[in-house]
């Protein structure tokens, strides 16, 4: 096992330069912004599933004093360009569609119409007395329901609600089956979250006439390929708008693509030749904006008498909502290509099927492969139970060890740089397993049932160039920056990612000063802006402080080597490769210790501004460093999640005793960052389990849209979170950086529920949906008292 290097920088405890503005009240997000005699928007939403438009009539709303306007489908057909996802990808179907709504909605709460208003109170008025006529039609609601052969089409241009289908086999896996000891098959339900961002969607836009200009405020995570979308389909070239993305109050997912309701905010705005704003109301958030996370899953898995996997069958069915922000493959299809995480299986086929319904779109939420890992633990538990087997024992036989890395997945894809055994043994160390028996038997005599769940996690990061490609998913993983020594010696840098809550600033900061040898405090990071910041491809699958962490430390480094060349010069006698930066300051070689001269950063930036004719042959003046770095098609992470809970069986309550997770994230950059990111990952991925869930009925109808009713887990829900660091650097990426952010999802859905199987096994409950209220909890216990009854 690689140990981990000592840097200077990189690795200290360093507070969060963020910090600062947060926490007392200087943050800017959009509604800091204050912007005169600002127009605003309010949008007109579907109370219908599915329905046709017959019609809108405006002409009592254009009476309020202070109606701008009401604009429809129609209106922006002409203002904007459609949508069209139809990447060349095997079994996805091509959808389109226009800004507004002209013939149909497609889920309750739906784009109608856009009212424009001098104030948001005239805007929110005026909605209630724009009437439209409808026709309501039958809504798709479920998965059942979108593969019924006579449904209802979502979308009428394709034959059936299948957007996409895709389908892999290596080895044999029916031959597997007929040689197997036994065939155990497991079903897995996740419901439908959203991303609940503390700061609801919101958009300013301002067009500047005499130049032709659109400066629009937004927060993103990724700046530069929202101003590709935004200039495409406004039918201006890029250099028309500039993108500013001020401080983000969490997004998730949610705050990347160009939304309707953003583009209509933008095309108004340029035609009224007037400032116009939007801020998204909770109500909208939770009924309107972007959804995740449903899916079935089933596994059939071929084993020995021992244990040892032969071959794996996975189907995975997913509700993709009404609307494609994404291609139809791009979530589901993850989950299949990694499903087999940290285990030797030869013999591995997918199914994966997307299908449309009557519902919010689905956008990308933190761990957009969440799932994944509670499939594959829960399928390594479920051979445990069949066999009478430990559960430990399973996964340690079926485990790819150190000596056998890199191993290739089933997939392709090449599974290196972890250690899946050393994080299961110091969790299980962590947490006591050996002593489970005991614990368990003193909450018998409470009557009550004791659980634990182990969950092994593979968390997929980077998504470098070549994993899009071989994925059949549009797009790059290659990040840009800059790096900009001043005349003074102070520096600033810049990348092309969007913050919602990393703590890039600070982190960056100190992959800067690792890569030049100066201190952090020297350093400013400028992001948001697409005018100053490079084109980068935003901030998205952990991959911020791999492609831009490892990107800043590549160009720090070539800096760094400039500055030692000018260095060299003045000294005359010294060689290069004798010299290095220490705090600002040339240090040079000599009887194997570094001493410092007297030559800084201040006086070599000076220099290199000033006076250029004191520089090297052929060195050119300033100190400017422009990188772009694409890193390996993907770079994973480790750990190992166990979870122990106890169930009151009279009531249903589930409560987490202790909840302990052994992580293997690379080189650490900010541990105080990381230990944020572990944490708030794991609440997620809990919350999510227990309480969050959006619930449709019937008719299609958002039964879950207020927060009195789409629950979340607050502080008292959740446990202590005990982590223990067994951290090893990346072989292929500056620094050894592995990334990290998304995997405590992962670990805390596969643990939890896991967990909960444990505790009602000896009921011989199988407990595969979510989320984990009382009420289903007691549902199962209370029909397996009444099976045993009998």
């Known amino acids: 096992m690689t140990s981990v290097v000592n840097h200077d920088q990189v690795g200290k405890k360093l507070p969060r330069k963020e910090d600062l503005r947060f926490l007392t009240g200087h943050g800017k997000f959009i509604d800091d912004i204050q912007v005169p005699h600002c127009w605003h928007a309010a949008f007109i939403r579907s109370p219908h599933a599915h329905a046709t438009i017959n019609g809108i009539d405006a002409s009592q709303a254009l009476t309020i004093d202070g109606v701008i306007g009401v604009y429809t489908g129609h209106d922006l057909a002409k203002l904007t360009t459609s949508l069209r996802i139809a990447p060349p990808i095997d079994g996805l179907k091509p959808v389109e569609m226009t800004t507004l709504p002209i013939d149909k909605v497609l889920f309750q709460g739906d784009l109608v119409a856009c009212v424009i208003a001098i104030n948001r109170y005239i805007a929110e008025d005026a909605i209630d007395l724009v009437e439209v006529d409808y026709t309501p039609l039958s809504p798709v ?299 368990k038997k003193l909450s018998i005599q409470r009557q009550r049932l004791r659980g634990i769940g182990i969950c092994n996690v593979i968390e997929s990061t980077t998504y470098g160039s070549a994993f899009y490609k071989a994925a059949g998913i549009p797009g790059s993983g290659h990040e840009a920056v800059w790096i900009r020594i001043e005349p003074t010696g102070v520096i600033n840098a810049s990348v092309g990612l969007g913050p919602s809550g990393q703590g890039y600033e600070t982190a960056f900061s100190q992959v800067i000063a690792e890569g030049l040898g100066v201190e952090p405090s020297q350093i400013r990071v400028l992001m948001g802006n697409s005018d100053i910041a490079p084109y980068g491809m935003g901030s998205r699958g952990a991959r911020g402080g791999t492609a831009g962490g490892g990107a800043f430390y590549l160009c720090a480094q070539q800096a760094h080597q400039k500055l030692l060349r000018i260095a060299a010069h003045l000294l005359k006698t010294t060689p290069l490769e004798h010299l290095k930066m220490i705090e600002g300051l040339i240090h040079c070689l000599k009887s194997g210790e570094y001493v410092p001269t007297d030559i800084s950063l201040k006086q070599l930036a000076q220099i290199a501004y000033f006076e250029p004719t004191r520089l090297p042959p052929d060195e050119m003046p300033g100190l400017e460093f422009h990188l772009t770095y694409d890193p390996p098609p993907m770079t994973y992470s480790n750990s190992t999640h166990i979870c122990e809970v106890e169930i009151d069986p009279s009531t249903g309550a589930l409560t987490i005793e202790r909840y302990v997770v052994a992580e293997d994230c690379g080189t650490v950059l900010n541990p105080q960052i990381v230990a944020g990111q572990q944490h708030g990952a ?94 289903y909890l007691r549902r199962l216990i209370r029909e397996a008292s009444s099976r045993s009854d009998v």
């Open 141 to 439: 609601t479920n998965l059942a329901q979108a593969q019924e052969p006579n449904a209802p089409l979502v979308i009428e241009s394709l034959k059936t609600n299948l957007l996409s289908h895709q389908f892999h086999e290596t080895g044999q896996v029916e031959l597997c089956e007929q040689q197997a000891f036994k065939v155990i098959t497991s079903t897995f339900s996740q419901h439908r979250q959203t991303h609940l961002p503390m700061e609801t969607r919101g958009c300013i836009a301002l067009w500047d006439e005499g130049n032709q200009h659109l400066n629009f405020h937004v927060g993103t995570q990724a700046p530069h390929p929202y101003r590709t979308q935004l200039a495409a389909r406004l039918q201006l070239t890029e250099s028309q708008v500039t993108i500013h993305s001020p401080d983000i109050g969490g997004a998730f997912g949610q705050k990347i693509v160009l939304y309707r309701e953003e583009l209509t905010v933008a095309a108004l705005a340029r035609l009224l030749k007037h400032a116009i704003r939007w801020r998204e109301d909770r109500l909208e958030n939770l009924v309107g904006s972007s959804q995740a996370r449903e899916d079935f899953c089933t596994t059939r898995v071929s084993v020995d008498p021992h244990g040892k996997i032969l071959g794996l069958d996975f189907q995975i069915l997913e509700d993709f909502g009404a609307y494609s922000f994404y291609p139809g493959n791009y979530l589901a299809r993850v989950v299949a290509m990694i499903l087999t995480g940290p285990y030797k299986i030869a013999h591995y086929r997918y199914d994966v099927k997307v299908f449309l319904t009557n519902k919010v779109g689905n956008a990308p939420m933190r761990a957009p492969m969440s799932v994944t890992s509670w499939v594959m633990e829960g399928t390594m538990d479920a051979i445990a139970r069949e066999l009478g087997l430990d559960p430990v024992d399973v996964r340690k036989m079926n485990m790819v060890t150190q000596d056998e890395m890199p191993y290739v997945m089933p997939t392709g894809e090449v599974l290196s740089d972890v250690t899946p055994l050393e994080t299961l043994n110091g969790a299980l160390a962590a947490i006591d397993y050996d002593a489970f028996p005991s614990r």
């Open 682 to 775: 794991i609440a997620m991925g809990l919350s999510g389990v227990l309480f969050e869930e959006v619930i449709y009925d019937e008719t299609g109808q958002n039964t879950t849209g207020t927060l009195a009713d789409y629950l979340m887990a607050t502080c008292g829900d959740l446990p202590q979170i005990e982590i223990v660091h067994m951290n090893t650097p990346n072989q292929k990426t500056p620094l050894g950086i592995k990334g990290m952010a998304e995997g405590g999802v992962m670990g805390a859905i596969g643990s939890l529920m896991n967990a909960a199987n444990s505790a009602c096994s000896d009921l011989k409950i199988q407990v595969n949906q979510q989320p984990l209220t009382p009420m």
